[in-house]
């Protein structure tokens, strides 16, 4: 029926509202050293209320009529979404080829595989934190969103054929209060595990179901002129929040409703005399709304893309690639959406032959892909063995010669990754081996990492209750080596080495009751010696690995843009060019580390410094990342797990021979 689905332009001038906030969310225009949209990510919960409304009103119209079958709807379903995805994904292969080293280009893999059976969501919900600096190189990051509508499109049409028998109103209040039930989730969650919550559609689905009880309410009578200021509101508060909200607001929750509902406002009073209604309909509005999903799917590759050239800082640079890509959008549009959008030129038999072939040669590609990331167009220094340890977390690896003792590694990522070579080497010669390890979580009894802001954990795993039980595990081992260490500059410091932004995260103690950076410091300081004195007490000897050198730069990918692909000439210009740091600058920044971890005293500590491993030696007063022939990093700050590691463990070797060295196993 009509009181269901009709046209309305408003609805393409509100894609055009949620696709640009997105586009100048990703594009950031730092103005003052913030993103002046700060709040653009919005764009993505304006599409879900949209989604959720149309496909609520196009179901609810076709059961009532009984025009549309199951088959009819997914098949114009996959005929909007699949085409253009498929052939973006398409453009974006000699992109990848030329620009990601092997270890992106596997991840760029499965993001294209998860992506073409609407599962990148759950891929990325396995990842990095969507706000984390880096996801600005997954080219395919922003189809998440496309994962969360698709499976809404799988479940929708059989909720509401399960219901179809009852009344629009008990459909409604259904609708709403598996809505309720989903926002409550989602905010009870986005404090306890953000990730999730971002990310899977339980929690995401009371936006596609806000829009789609506004589908059961939608009437000529809420559209006359008493409500005509509805919505100017909506829109008002909308891109208030555009400007409000940040990458801390707790979202999405009970604060992400604001926006939605101003959203809902628009679409429900929607009135052909008022004036935000007006300018909705304006045809510049409505024509890019037409190509919102084109300029949606296209924004994110050009920009990651450009950000994998070294070549997304400047802003002439970034108004040339939103230019690109609306170029891209209206061509797609015209070339892709359109022709296979239409069942008179394109058959179905033809559709889904054309589909399942190109769908099928992307997914062989993107498996062959997983595997080293093609790592045979590029030298070997460049390939994934540099980027990838398998190492359980405590699970012993025994020796089968003569034992001579257990070794055991304790720290974050930055001691993860020597965990291989470290393996290798001691089950090789007489050593059992254990890892206990935890990303981005140094053992530091009574310490916990959490958010500045709100104080709560980064990581479930990283609060005091699991550090104890990781100190626990150390103690009830008999009698080892360990190894001891991360990045603890980052802790001590509050910044990167590339940036006097403090981080979103710091350390507490419990009680959190730690007000400033210099009272941090002093109870790390404090809690370290406790932390390694509780390892001397139970009979084990402890090696201090101290901080290794930072890059300001992704070693792996300037050196590779720097050689391009003249691979010949590779060792000229590394030994012309190479990167490296002033061993000054390297102390300045380690020097409260460097204090923390000299303090601590006890004849059955050593000392491991990485510094005298990689700074003044090929060349005098730097710090150096590479050689000619290796890498010794895998990005700014972690060590490669197969040079750089072997490096760290030859001078660990030194030290087990030393004639001081005091291990009774």
């Not at 969310?25 to 709040?39: A, R």
């Not at 206990?436 to 500045?452: A, F, K, N, T």
């Not at 059955?604 to 007063?621: A, E, M, Q, W, Y």
């Not at 990093?633 to 070797?653: P, R």
Request: some cysteine; glycine content about 6%; proline content about 5%.
């Amino acid at each position: 029926m009509s009181r269901f689905i009709t046209y309305r332009p408003e609805i393409d001038g509100l894609r055009t509202v949620a696709v640009l906030s997105v586009i100048f969310y990703h594009v950031n225009f730092n103005l003052f050293g913030q993103n002046p949209i700060k709040g653009g990510f919005l764009g993505v919960d304006i599409f879900f209320v949209i989604s959720g409304y149309l496909i609520t009103s196009i179901l609810l119209n076709g059961f009532e009529t009984k025009t549309l079958t199951l088959q009819n709807f997914y098949e114009r379903r996959a005929r909007r979404i699949l085409p253009i995805l498929l052939f973006v994904i398409t453009a974006s292969i000699p992109l990848s080829w030329v620009l990601l080293l092997p270890s992106e280009f596997q991840q760029y893999s499965w993001q294209t595989l998860s992506s073409i059976f609407s599962a990148s969501n759950f891929y990325f919900w396995t990842e990095d934190s969507y706000w984390a600096a880096e996801s600005i190189l997954k080219p395919f990051l922003h189809t998440w969103s496309l994962g969360i509508e698709e499976q809404f499109y799988v479940f929708m049409p059989l909720l509401l054929l399960f219901i179809t028998n009852q009344t629009l109103r008990q459909i409604r209040y259904l609708l709403l209060t598996l809505a309720i039930l989903s926002l409550v989730a989602s905010h009870y969650m986005s404090s306890k595990d953000a990730q999730s919550s971002f990310y899977l559609l339980p929690f995401r689905a009371w936006e596609l179901l806000i829009g789609a009880s506004i589908a059961t309410l939608r009437d000529e009578k809420l559209s006359n002129l008493k409500f005509s200021f509805f919505p100017t509101v909506g829109l008002a508060v909308v891109l208030i929040c555009f400007f409000v909200f940040d990458e801390d607001t707790l979202h999405p929750s009970f604060y992400t409703l604001i926006p939605t509902l101003g959203v809902g406002l628009i679409i429900l009073f929607a009135n052909p005399k008022d004036p935000t209604t007006k300018l909705l309909q304006n045809r510049i509005m409505t024509s890019i709304g037409l190509i919102s999903y084109g300029l949606y799917l296209w924004h994110f590759p050009v920009f990651s893309y450009l950000s994998h050239a070294g070549e997304f800082q400047n802003s002439g640079i970034k108004i040339g690639a939103i230019g690109l890509i609306f170029l891209l959008s209206t061509a797609t549009y015209f070339l892709i959406e359109r022709p296979f959008r239409s069942f008179s030129l394109i058959k179905s038999k033809l559709f889904w032959l054309v589909t399942g072939f190109w769908g099928l040669s992307l997914t062989v590609f993107a498996y062959n892909g997983i595997g080293n990331g093609f790592a045979s167009r590029i030298p070997k220094m460049f390939h994934p063995s540099q980027q990838s340890p398998r190492v359980a977390v405590h699970e012993w690896y025994r020796t089968s010669k003569e034992k001579k003792g257990r070794i055991i590694l304790v720290g974050d990522s930055h001691v993860g990754v020597l965990s291989k070579r470290f393996k290798e080497w001691s089950v090789n010669n007489g050593y059992d081996f254990a890892l206990s390890h935890s990303s981005g979580c140094q053992l530091i009894l009574g310490m916990e990492r959490v958010y500045r802001d709100t104080l709560k954990p980064k990581f479930p795993e990283c609060n005091v209750k699991n550090q104890d039980s990781r100190m626990n595990w150390i103690v009830e081992s008999k009698p080892a080596i360990v190894l001891v260490g991360g990045r603890l500059p980052l802790i001590v410091e509050e910044t990167r080495v590339n940036t006097p932004r403090p981080t979103p995260t710091i350390w507490q103690n419990s009680q959190h009751n730690l007000n400033s950076k210099k009272m941090r410091q002093n109870a790390i300081s404090n809690h370290y010696k406790e932390t390694i004195q509780t390892m001397t007490n139970a009979g084990h000897t402890v090696v201090l690995y101290y901080p290794t050198p930072e890059s300001k730069v992704h070693v792996p990918k300037r050196i590779f843009e720097m050689i391009g692909k003249n691979f010949l000439s590779a060792r000229e210009k590394l030994i012309r060019n190479p990167i490296t740091i002033d061993y000054e600058q390297h102390l300045s920044r380690v020097a409260t580390s460097h204090k923390i971890l000299d303090s601590i005293n006890d004849n059955r500590v050593f000392r491991l410094h990485p510094d005298k491993i990689f700074c003044n030696t090929s060349i005098s007063g730097k710090c150096v990342f590479h050689d000619t022939e290796n890498l010794f990093y895998q990005d700014s700050h972690h060590l490669s797990t197969d040079a750089g590691a072997n490096k760290v463990l030859q001078e660990f070797v030194t030290i087990l021979s030393l004639p001081n060295f005091a291990y009774q196993k």
